[in-house]
């Protein structure tokens, strides 16, 4: 029986890279997206914002709907067409001081 388990997550993006990571994502990706499917991630967001410290973080949101998060990722992260993807789009970010990616958040609260 599918799950619904929503993840929030954070990272920094770097000043010089920004205008370059949102171009790679103004286009529409494809592969990428077939592969987020693939894998029952549906409804994947990036938000971008400055904070007090002067410099902008990516926030992103997805919602998982399949049966087996952990072997789902596995199986995300190694397919080809998204080690490509990310080996554009890692050099654009700068991820929280202790974290070598995206930083999973914790939800608090949700309201349907």
Known sequence: MSQLRRVGMVIGI??????????????????????????HVHNFSIFVQKLADGHDYLFGYYEYVGDDYEADMAKLAAEPRNIEWLKLCDPCQQPLSGKASWAIMEEIYHND
Do not use: I, M, N, W
């Open 14 to 39: 770097k000043p010089e890279k920004f205008d370059e990571y949102k171009a790679l994502h103004a286009d529409s990706q494809p592969g990428v997206r077939d592969l987020l499917t693939k894998y």
